[in-house]
């Protein structure tokens, strides 16, 4: 699975969108992206996944750039409850359940 | 739908004692995994199972057994705990099969460990 590189910490204002971004320049043709968010004490909540075009569900927006090399995303009214730390994952969908590695994510504070 | 039920939420273990997580879920995966996150640091997986009689090492395997009889059930097993083992140990499970949302992977909420 490729290598991902996020900020390690964030601030965004509530109401506000909050854009996180992820770098992932080694990422291969079948591998996507997944994020995932783990608020305080709870287990990871997967957000949402994407290839190659943007990607919009009712948590969040994934925007990848047009040579998946990096990607960013957005919550775009941020509340208080977003608080947690964000992972943004690169591999592969189909098979291969193993490996799958969190890096340190992105620490995102929403403040009132 | 449960999702991925993990007991106990809270032990505390002696040194050298044994005990073992339970994990189970309903969903009907393939796949499960145990991960072990200590505080302030990201997840690190301890084993998976792609299958019922399956499993393989993680990246922090040592000090841990697995077995996985059944689809729904993969318990993790400290054999002689030690303070390192002090932990948050999570549980998850995915399909891959699924397709579009393939490999999205379920976690359960959790279980503190603490050895003294």
């Known amino acids: 699975d490729a290598k991902t590189t996020q900020p390690p910490s964030m601030d965004c204002a509530e109401g506000r969108a909050a854009n996180l971004p992820c770098n992932h320049s080694?990422?291969?043709?079948?591998?996507?992206v997944y994020w995932y968010r783990q608020i305080h004490s709870q287990g990871p909540q997967y957000i949402i996944h994407?290839?190659?075009n943007n990607e919009t569900n009712e948590m969040a927006s994934l925007i990848i750039t047009e040579d998946r090399k990096s990607s960013t995303l957005i919550l775009p009214h941020a509340t208080l409850r977003d608080t947690a730390v964000y992972y943004c994952?690169?591999?592969?969908?189909?098979?291969?359940?193993?490996?799958?590695?969190f890096g340190e994510g992105t620490q995102l504070t929403v403040n009132p | 739908n449960a999702g991925v039920t993990q007991t106990p939420k809270f032990r505390i273990l002696k040194i050298g004692q044994s005990m073992t997580l339970q994990c189970a879920q309903d969903?009907?995966?393939?796949?499960m995994y145990w991960y072990r996150q200590d505080p302030g640091m990201g997840l690190k997986l301890i084993y998976y199972s792609v299958g019922a009689g399956i499993t393989d090492k993680g990246e922090v395997p040592n000090g841990y057994n697995v077995s996985r009889s059944t689809t729904e059930d993969f318990p993790l097993r400290l054999e002689l705990a030690a303070p390192s083992q002090t932990s948050v140990y999570f549980c998850?499970?995915?399909?891959?099969?699924?397709?579009?949302?393939?490999?999205?992977?379920?976690f359960g909420e959790g279980s503190w460990l603490t050895v003294v």
């Open positions: 994952i690169v591999r592969v969908a189909e098979t291969s359940g193993s490996r799958l590695t």
């Open positions: 994407g290839l190659k």
């Open positions: 969903m009907n995966h393939n796949y």
């Open positions: 998850a499970s995915s399909n891959p099969g699924h397709w579009p949302s393939g490999n999205t992977i379920y």
């Open positions: 080694t990422i291969s043709g079948n591998e996507y």
